[in-house]
Nanobody, 115 residues
Framework: QVQLVQSGGGLVEPGGSLRVFCAGS????????MSWYRQSPGKQRDWVGAITSSGPTDILESLRDRFTISRGNAKNTVYLQMNSLKPEDTGVYYCKAVVAGATYWGQGTQVTVSL
């Protein structure tokens, strides 16, 4: 059974940094690309970025100078590093994996950027 368990996130002031973690189990983690999405209050869930099984990433252009995605396959974990955070980055962040045609989501992690 594939499970994605998220941690990290939290509350930070504008300009601060946060990291969100996504740990996978029940899959050969290193074989699968991983994606990050976010859902701001009152909005749909939007794609943030993704990382291939071997490491190259693609991040939404508007976030590219502040967000990075990495992975530690030995720990079955993918990371979303967010720097210079802005209030508009507030939302619930989700990781996603597609395994054998089925989509799996993490439980979501709240990120709040506020004074």
């Amino acid at each position: 059974q594939v499970q994605l368990v998220q941690s990290g996130g939290g509350l930070v002031e504008p300009g601060g940094s946060l990291r969100v973690f996504c740990a996978g189990s029940g899959l050969t983690f290193s074989n699968h690309p991983m994606s990050w999405y976010r859902q701001s209050p009152g909005k749909q869930r939007d794609w943030v970025g993704a990382i291939t099984s071997s490491g190259p990433t693609d991040i939404l252009e508007s976030l590219r100078d502040r967000f990075t995605i990495s992975r530690g396959n030995a720990k079955n974990t993918v990371y979303l590093q967010m720097n210079s955070l802005k209030p508009e980055d507030t939302g619930v962040y989700y990781c996603k994996a597609v395994v054998a045609g089925a989509t799996y989501w993490g439980q979501g992690t709240q990120v709040t950027v506020s004074l």
